[in-house]
């Protein structure tokens, strides 16, 4: 949905596009070019410019851990290296639904095969297991020709779920799938 144009700003217009740019640079997940910004919200591409360089140097003034950087000529809202560290351990996992899919008929069945998998999940599975293990959420132990997957430790931390306990990691999907239908309903069919 395309916001009302901001014909010529008067200082109120301009605070407001300053408080518009910097939303949408907060909830973007990319760097993002004023162009963009400017037909998403409507505000001109001079003032949505003009709001960037006001953001830019009102973050370098706050020294905060937050800053507004350009990045190839697009912006984005980011913590300052200087504290990665902090924030590092809080990050969400962002895990697409594919890879989550495949994580719950692991977690659902493990100790599971590979081949098994494979004919449960389809080819893309190898793919989901390979990050799903630089995660650190799956171990796959070679069993002659196949892997034996299982899920980890950090996959119980992560999650809430009591380690080793099937019937816990079970539960704890069927409340998960309550919030998303598609998945539930997989769950279901695959139990």
Sequence with gaps: ?????????????????V????????????????????????????????????????????????????VAGKYAMRVKPEYHSYVDRFRELDMERGILRTLAVIALRQPVKMSDLARIRGNRCYEHVRKLEEMGFVKAEK??????????RKFAEYFGIK?????SVKEFLRRAAKRDAELEKYIRDKT
């Design 143 to 152: 069993s002659g020709k196949t892997k034996i997957l299982t899920t980890t």
């Design 1 to 17: 949905m395309k916001a009302a144009a901001i014909s010529e700003p008067g200082e109120e217009e301009k605070g407001r596009a």
């Design 19 to 70: 408080k518009i740019v910097e939303a949408i640079l907060f909830t973007s997940p990319e760097p993002i070019s004023p162009a963009k910004i400017a037909r998403v919200s409507g505000i001109k591409l001079n003032v949505v410019r003009e709001a960037l360089n006001a953001l830019v140097e009102e973050y370098r003034e706050r020294d905060t851990a937050i800053e507004v950087i350009e």
């Design 163 to 167: 380690a080793g306990d099937p019937e």
